[in-house]
Structure formats: structure tokens, C-alpha cells
């Protein structure tokens, strides 16, 4: 059976929406976390068809105090080089970024909440054409296109909010994969970090999940079918 492997750095940001589709594609799904022993060997016994990394609280070049990021982006550099393929989701993004050369830095400000994307005109031609409804982000970090990537998506906060490398690397700084049925456990685990926010409130988030996150949850699962049928092709 086809591998699936995800890694996750907090309990609450999973695959979402996204593990329906890999289940139904026959993939067989797991999780390796972060912090837990040693997570490049834990990936790569598995021989994963597919590894998503998952987004996070932590930055991307934080590895003297998280030195399982230096394993990370080990393992994501090896990926890339033999052109394996990896689905990076916000920090995923960011590690994405930061293992093929690029500058990863704070952002002019931190993006929290649903909005929308605009596609660049290679992202209105990609997998992710479908994404026109707003999507959530959750982010305060962002990032300089990585030298030969295609840049999909920006926002006015952050320009780089999707780029593909070729065929089998793609990174997404905004959540598609998020369900509208998990975002209780987001707003408790990124309390402290809502209240830091201007603007943003929990009571917001809580309504604008109602709003827009069943759109997003069938729009997401088109974009990664579409995107797993080019990237596993």
C-alpha cells in the first residue's frame, strides 16, 4: 500500500480535510510527530510516497531551540533533491522555503482569520484554481521565493502565500486543509496568540469558520486531488 506520512508539530493542526482524499486514493495514512525521538529516521522507514508537513507554532529557522527542525529540513533537502513529493502547509511552507535557500523572516504583520488569496497567473492554471473562496491563515512568519519556484498565490500582508517547485513540491502559507468541526481546538490552542492579535477575536474566527469553512472543506479536497494526480503521476 502507498505511504502517506504527515508531520505534525501540534495535535490539533492534522491533515483535515485532506485525509479523506489520501484514504480514498488507497493510500495508507500516518503520522510522525515532532519532538518525539528522532523524526528523520521515523519519516524515512516508512518510505512515504508522499510526506505533508504540517503546520506549527514554532519558526522555521528556530532550530537551536528545536534542533528536530534541523532533522526536518534534512529530510525535506533529500526529498526535494530526488524530487520526491512534499506537501508543505504554512511552517511546512516555511521549511519548504528555508531547506531549498530561501530567507525566512517575520512578516510586516500577522495574518489570523479567514481571507482570501489572489492567484497568480500560474496559480490560476494550477491545482489550486479552485481556491476563490477565503481560506484560513494562521501565520506570522513569511518568506522569499525560493530561487526557481513558481510563485501561485499572494496577499497585500505577504506576497509568497503558495509556490511550486516542478511537479512534486508544493507550498501553501494559508490552510485549506482545516475542518470546520476542528477549529475549537485552534481557538484554545492559539489563545494566547489571539489575544496578542489586534482585530482578532475568537468570537470572529468562531463565525466566519461557520461562513466559509464547508465551501473551502469540498474546494480543498478537489484541489488536492487534482494536485496528487500530477505529483504521484
Given amino acids: 500500500m502507498t505511504e502517506a506520512v504527515a508531520i505534525r508539530h501540534v495535535a490539533f493542526e492534522d491533515l483535515g480535510s485532506f485525509a479523506q482524499v489520501l484514504l480514498e486514493r488507497g493510500m495508507n495514512v500516518s503520522y510522525v510527530d515532532a519532538g518525539k525521538g528522532r523524526l528523520r529516521s521515523r519519516v524515512e522507514r516508512r518510505s512515504p510516497r508522499l510526506l505533508v508537513v504540517l503546520g506549527g507554532p514554532v519558526g522555521a529557522l528556530d532550530t537551536d531551540a528545536y534542533p528536530f527542525?534541523?532533522?526536518?529540513?534534512?529530510?525535506?533537502?533529500?526529498?526535494?533533491?530526488?524530487?520526491?513529493?512534499?506537501?508543505?502547509?504554512?511552517?511546512?511552507?516555511?521549511?519548504?522555503?528555508?531547506?531549498?535557500?530561501?530567507?525566512?523572516?517575520?512578516?510586516?504583520?500577522?495574518?489570523?482569520?479567514?481571507?482570501?488569496?489572489?492567484?497568480?497567473?500560474?496559480?490560476?492554471?494550477?491545482?489550486?484554481?479552485?481556491?476563490?473562496?477565503?481560506?484560513?491563515h494562521w501565520h506570522g512568519d513569511t518568506f522569499d521565493l525560493p530561487t526557481g519556484a513558481t510563485h501561485l498565490a499572494s496577499t497585500p500582508v505577504c506576497t509568497n502565500q503558495a509556490f511550486a517547485v516542478g511537479r512534486t513540491a508544493l507550498g501553501l502559507q494559508f490552510h485549506v486543509e482545516v475542518l470546520g468541526s476542528a477549529i475549537e481546538s485552534w481557538l484554545i490552542g492559539h489563545a494566547h496568540e489571539i489575544g496578542q492579535a489586534p482585530g482578532v477575536s475568537v468570537e470572529g474566527i468562531r463565525a466566519d469558520t461557520h461562513r466559509y469553512a464547508g465551501q473551502l472543506e469540498s474546494r480543498s479536497r478537489t484541489f488536492l486531488d487534482r494536485w496528487l494526480d500530477e505529483a504521484l503521476a
Fill in 69 to 136: 527542525l534541523e532533522e526536518e529540513l534534512a529530510l525535506i533537502r533529500a526529498r526535494l533533491s530526488r524530487a520526491e513529493p512534499v506537501l508543505g502547509i504554512c511552517l511546512g511552507a516555511q521549511l519548504i522555503a528555508a531547506a531549498l535557500g530561501a530567507k525566512v523572516y517575520p512578516a510586516e504583520a500577522k495574518e489570523i482569520g479567514w481571507g482570501p488569496v489572489e492567484l497568480s497567473e500560474e496559480g490560476a492554471g494550477s491545482p489550486l484554481a479552485g481556491l476563490t473562496s477565503p481560506v484560513l
